[in-house]
């Protein structure tokens, strides 16, 4: 198992534009690392660029402890899965898993026995005499990831393998990547632009926007602490709830825009000034407010709702701001009600309302369960 | 209510039985579409066909008219004529010359072109420019490039002191010329089929090759040629039928001569017909003609298609 290290890492298709700017980042041998960002932000080239299949037009790959800038994509040791599976429509299953191997001229026994293997963790040896287009999406997905592990790579790299599916096989294919990942023990680079991916498979996350990092972490830590707006709203659905707002440290509180303070508690105002700040708050801080005295309340008219089953997603208008609310159950809420709504105050993060870092961090919320019969 | 009811047998007897009239509705609706292109292939297409078919049984007056049936006679002469022999002889080795030698020239000059190179376009657009150029346009700058004292080939081979070639008067070296002349036409038009069939096959199977470490060679044989395969057996089929047909540069370049040797069966179809004016023997030639054409595309279908892979 290898690393992966960028250093200074940038790419610019035209020499003018940087489509990818000072990329520094470390991946741990055998991790699962996620580059998350929306559509059009550079994870693909970032990718390409870690593959060989794009020039590194400045800063320094390692893969392991080699530079590899300059090495053709067969030497970096590594295996691709594409967005579109890049499946050879004119061979088999079996042809399109041992390709590869083919290339590198292993035995023909030796082939077909890991071919076979591959196939079997996979559930694809009852379609292995079928061409690509005999398989549903699913089970192309199942190929394209069974050529990446039989050429038993060191590192994978893989560009949105799951936007083709639908859901529910996504949600499947999710958990059976990242337990074959465990299982190999390969470095994984997932390029994702699905937060929900990014959130339940990495061990960490780097988010990216216009070529640049946003941040880099655990999806715990981005969640709790995003490191700005962006990552704030990029990160947790529905997004986190933000407004520009002003900061008062005499008095404790922030003031929205609708002339609403907000007391925090002492020593949030650590360091900020008095001046203009955005505040952020996410969707299941905003609670219901019956029952509950220590946290403040305001009312609000509700604009939209959603009621899930589970939970109830409802927005409503936090001055001149749209928010919304996540309340566990079911809600009997109209749009255009007018409904008292409580504020976990101490979940508040501000940002800085110009370079946008984070300020304030919410309040620690995990919880755990002290695990049975485990102590003894 | 009860007035339906209490006649029953009426009823059936109508609805069981639409006349013929009702039955082919579907059938002439079918038909009022196909009208256009039927009538459009009976008056090119059909008529002629069948009134070759028809005259190659006859011997045929000045105007072209059926004047005496002769059953297989024409047929039965064709078989016999050296000439004949001789012009089918020809046809064959044109054949030959032209289709392997054109594809895989045309195939060479797309697999360049598909390069992603600055300034490629500029040479997409020159390997595929003799498609522009008319037949007769070209074979009049091939007469003047095989010109035997001011011909650029001649003037070339006098510069390394090789021997003259007389390029279209020797018999041994016509009907090579020739094929050299519609090698060089057809490759604009088999150029830009095989490139448009080029571009088609994803990028990012290129690129999963290449991770795997697949070499120039080993990515042509194991995805290029496959992948390409429905368009290079569609090309093939139109060379091979245009081979087959060749009639414009034969007429401007060499007339058929030296010796016959590059009479080829249109040529000479068209010279038995409007020049010695045996219509019959003419029309049995151009059926054999067809026949040939169509066996060959069906030997190629048969066989041919098998190694296809269609998407
Ligand atoms: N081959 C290319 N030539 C020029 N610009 C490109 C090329 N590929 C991508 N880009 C540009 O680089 C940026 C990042 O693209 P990409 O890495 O594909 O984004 P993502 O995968 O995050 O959606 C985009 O603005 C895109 O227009
Ligand atoms: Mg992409």
């Known amino acids: ?376 | 209510m009860s007035t339906i009811h209490s006649r029953p047998d009426e009823f059936i007897a109508t609805e069981h039985k639409p006349g013929v009239w009702e039955r082919s509705r579907r059938a002439r609706t079918a038909i009022l579409y196909l009208l256009p292109s039927i009538i459009l292939f009976s008056v090119f297409v059909f008529y002629p066909m069948f009134r070759t078919i028809y005259l190659s049984f006859f011997l045929t007056d000045q105007a072209g008219d059926a004047a005496v049936f002769v059953g297989l006679d024409n047929y039965k002469y064709l078989l016999d004529s050296p000439a004949f022999l001789n012009s089918a002889k020809a046809t064959l080795l044109f054949v030959l010359y032209t289709v392997p030698a054109g594809i895989l020239l045309s195939l060479f000059l797309a697999l360049l072109a598909n390069e992603k190179l600055r300034g490629i376009g500029f040479f997409r657009t020159i390997y595929s420019s003799t498609m522009g150029v008319s037949v007769a346009a070209s074979s009049v700058v091939w007469l003047f490039m095989f010109h035997p004292s001011i011909g650029m080939f001649n003037r070339f081979l006098a510069l390394f002191d090789f021997p003259q070639i007389q390029w279209l008067l020797d018999p041994q070296w016509a009907l090579v010329s020739v094929a050299i002349s519609t090698i060089w036409m057809n490759t604009g038009f088999s150029f830009l089929i095989l490139l448009g069939g080029l571009q088609n096959i994803d990028e990012h199977l290129y690129e999963s090759a290449r991770i795997d470490g697949a070499g120039y060679f080993y990515r042509l044989r194991r995805i290029t040629l496959p992948m390409l395969s429905p368009t290079l057996f569609f090309i093939i089929t139109i060379s091979l039928i245009n081979a087959f047909q060749t009639f414009g540069q034969i007429d401007i370049l060499t007339k058929g001569g030296p010796a016959q040797s590059t009479n080829l069966i249109v040529y000479s179809i068209y010279r038995e017909a409007f020049v010695n004016y045996q219509f019959g023997t003419a029309s049995a030639q151009a059926v054999f003609l067809f026949l040939c054409i169509l066996v060959a595309t069906i030997l190629q279908f048969r066989f041919g298609e098998r190694r296809v892979h269609y998407q």
């Open chain 1, 1 to 376: 198992m290898k690393k992966v290290e960028l250093i200074g890492i940038s790419k610019s298709y035209d020499r003018q534009k940087d489509v990818i700017s000072n990329i520094d980042v470390r991946i741990e041998p055998g991790e699962f690392f996620v580059l998350v960002g929306p559509s059009g932000c550079g994870k693909s080239t970032m990718l390409r660029m870690i593959a060989g299949l794009e020039e590194i037009t400045g800063g320094t790959l390692k893969i392991g402890e080699q530079t590899a800038n300059r090495l053709p994509p067969s030497r970096r040791d590594l295996s691709m899965v594409f967005q579109n599976y890049a499946l050879y429509p004119h061979l088999s299953v079996e042809d399109n898993i041992t390709f590869g191997l083919d290339v590198k001229k292993v035995p023909k026994a030796e082939r077909k026995k890991r071919a076979q293997d591959t196939a079997e963790m996979l559930g694809l040896t009852d379609y292995m005499k079928r061409k690509p287009r005999e398989l549903s999406g699913g089970q192309r997905q199942r190929v394209a990831l069974a050529r990446a592990i039989v050429s038993e790579a060191p590192i994978c790299l893989m560009d949105e393998p799951l936007s083709n599916l639908d859901a529910k096989l996504r949600g499947h294919m999710r958990s059976e990547i990242r337990r074959i990942q465990r299982q190999l023990g390969i470095t994984m680079i997932y390029v994702t632009h699905d937060q929900v991916e990014a959130m339940t498979m990495g061990d960490r996350i780097m988010i990216l926007h216009e070529g640049k990092i946003q941040q880099i972490g655990s999806p715990i830590e981005i969640y709790n602490h995003p490191a700005n707006p962006f990552v704030a709203t990029f990160i947790g659905s529905p997004p986190m709830n933000l407004a520009q707002a002003e900061a008062d440290p005499g008095t404790s509180s922030v003031i929205l825009p609708g002339g609403e303070p907000i007391r925090l508690p002492e020593g949030a105002f650590e360091g900020i000034g008095k001046g203009p700040v955005t505040v952020g708050i996410r969707p299941e801080f905003l609670m219901p407010a019956q029952g509950t005295s220590e946290h403040p309340v305001f009312r609000a008219e509700v604009t939209n709702v959603e009621v899930l089953g589970h939970e109830t997603v409802f927005s409503f208008l936090a001055g001149t701001e749209e928010w919304t609310a996540k309340w566990n159950g079911q809600w009997q809420i109209q749009p255009g009600d007018r409904i008292p709504i409580a504020l976990d105050e101490e979940s508040i993060c501000l940002f800085d309302a110009k370079s946008g870092t984070l300020m304030k961090k919410p309040a620690a919320r995990q919880l755990s369960v002290p695990a049975e019969g485990a102590a003894t």
